[in-house]
């Protein structure tokens, strides 16, 4: 168990619409990570947030946004839902060298 | 950019011993890591290297050499629950903050 919990596990959408995606990270970790990990690839930096401001950024269009919350929830917004979103998005906290990681959300754009 | 390197999957018998390999091209270089993963599960921590050398972690070991840019994850006394995928991740520093970029991971598969 990594005390890193997402939510919903599965969510099926059509293309267009716009999703959000949740994270309770583990108590204290004020280090916030989201990744994006399609089949058959490892995961993919979107973005960090710390202290909730995000201070980091990888190779996505900003229709990709987050929020992270005073208590170490955290959440990840896709608009306008393309069908090369589905992918597992992945959550993880992070206090020092080591990064906690959820089980994931599966996403489905049809 | 970065870029890492590793085999796309691994076979090996219960019992044995299995290395998988990594390479990678990064700037700003913090260290490697090592996650695994099984399938539809949350990546797991496993090993962590900053400086080179040899990390043991119970039947797990990691291995560095920063000047080759080159590590390894070393398995030994295998088990079937160690069927997996295995992700090298570099920790590196970017304008100030901390993150994982991650191979594309080797699927290794355990049989009796």
């Known amino acids: 168990e990594t005390g890193v919990t997402q939510s919903p596990t599965h969510l099926i959408k059509t293309r267009g619409q716009q999703v959000t995606l949740r994270c309770s990270s583990q108590?204290?970790?004020?280090?916030v990570s989201w990744y994006q990990q399609a089949l058959g690839q490892g995961p993919q930096f979107i973005f960090q947030?710390?202290?909730?401001?995000?201070?980091g950024r990888g190779n996505f269009p900003p229709r990709f946004s987050g929020l992270q919350f005073p208590n170490y929830s955290s959440e990840l917004n896709v608009n306008a839902l393309e069908l090369d979103d589905s992918a597992l998005y992945l959550c993880?906290?992070?206090?020092?060298?080591?990064?906690?990681f959820g089980a994931g959300t599966r996403l489905s754009v049809l | 950019g970065q870029s890492l390197e590793q085999p796309s999957e691994v076979t090996a018998v219960e019992g044995a011993i299995v290395q998988i390999n990594c390479t990678y091209q990064?700037?700003?270089?913090?260290?490697l890591s090592w996650y695994q993963q099984h399938d539809g599960g949350a990546p797991t921590f496993l090993s962590y290297?900053?400086?080179?050398g040899l990390e043991e972690t119970g039947r797990f070991s990691s291995f560095l050499s920063r000047s080759d840019s080159y590590g390894y994850l070393l398995l030994q006394e295998l088990q079937m629950k160690d069927s997996a995928s295995y992700f090298c991740?570099?920790?590196?520093?970017?304008?100030?903050?901390?993150?994982?970029?991650f191979g594309k991971g080797t699927m290794l598969l355990v049989s009796p």
């Open positions: 993880a906290s992070s206090q020092g060298r080591s990064e906690y």
């Open positions: 108590s204290g970790h004020n280090t």
């Open positions: 947030y710390y202290r909730e401001e995000e201070n």
């Open positions: 990064t700037s700003g270089f913090y260290g």
């Open positions: 290297n900053a400086l080179d």
């Open positions: 991740a570099v920790r590196d520093i970017d304008s100030g903050y901390s993150t994982l970029t």
